[in-house]
């Protein structure tokens, strides 16, 4: 069976980057970049417009960003597989790695598979309807694309990252509609009470999202009341979910220690995990930031800190 310095399981700015990083390194790394688990480029792959990634005035589009970030991996020698990997075994170096039709042992691995943001079942929020076509699980990420401004726009949850979107999205919208299915939010109390005192926050209490509608765009959000049963229909320009996220470690099988949130839980202050030899990057240890940016300079801390422990052990 072969032996590889480093393998690198995902793809996205943390996975890519890594590669661009290990593979100038003349590490020759070996990238499973995904296949039916995700999209191969992770979350900004289902993006549209990209204008806060530093070096595009202009702005760019997720799945080009994430071509460019592939291409420059590929440039300098990464061996590229889009195959997802089912399974790893860590309990003993070399690392056994097992893809969907590969077996590879690796002196170190970069486990850069993201998160997946949760969406609700909402008529007219999924992949074929207007999933980012003003329906978004990202804020920060798409809140000042020109579709939303100046609109009401909606978002949905009651935790301190429903409460930060909402704010955010005031700088932008010109009102923002808060819906949470209860009568009180998770959320700290600070952040609920910004919320609450915002002039340009309108709350619904009790309440859920029934349908979202539209011709090309997002048009109308329809809203019900679960106290009374009131169904309501209000004009919107998007619906931002704000409903947590899901670490993609499954394939782990409990290997590695996560955070009480399901996170790779790694050494403050750099990638390592764990266990010697495996190192995470981006959104699948980053429950905090998780955008494009942080997640490329986590893949560039792994690279670099992967690098220098082979070097150190002679390989």
Known sequence: M????????????????AAIYTSRSMMKPILFEGFFSGVAG??????TDVENYPGFPQSVTGPELMNQFREQSLRFGTTVYTEDVVSVDLSKRPFLVKSSSKE??????????????????????RDNEFWQKGVS???????AIPIFRD??????????????????????????????????????????????NHPKIRIFWDSVVEEVT??????????????????????????FFAVGHVPNTAFLNGQ????????????????????????????????????????????????????????????
């Open 2 to 17: 072969e032996t590889v310095r480093v393998i690198i399981i995902g793809s996205g700015p943390a996975g890519y980057t």
């Open 42 to 47: 992770g979350q900004l792959m289902t993006t």
């Open 104 to 125: 590879l042992l690796a002196h170190a691995v970069i486990i850069a598979t993201g998160a997946t943001a949760k969406r609700l079942e909402i008529p007219g929020t």
């Open 137 to 143: 699980a990202c804020a920060v990420c798409d809140g």
């Open 151 to 196: 609109k009401e726009l909606f978002v949905v949850g009651g935790g301190d990252s429903a409460m930060e979107e909402s704010i955010f999205l005031t700088h932008y919208a010109s009102r923002v509609n808060l819906v949470h299915r209860r009568d009180s939010f998770r959320a700290s109390k600070i952040m609920g009470d910004r919320v609450k």
């Open 214 to 239: 539209g011709t090309k765009l997002v048009e109308g959000v329809t809203v019900r009341n679960l106290k009374t049963n009131v169904v309501e229909k209000y004009p919107a320009g998007g619906l």
């Open 256 to 315: 590695l220690e996560l955070e009480p949130n399901g996170y790779i839980k790694v050494q403050p202050g750099t990638t390592k995990t764990s266990i010697k030899g495996v190192y995470a990057a981006g959104d699948v240890q980053d429950h905090v930031y998780r955008q494009a940016i942080t997640a490329a300079g986590t893949g560039c801390m792994a690279a670099i800190e992967v690098e220098r422990e082979l070097s150190n052990l002679g390989l």
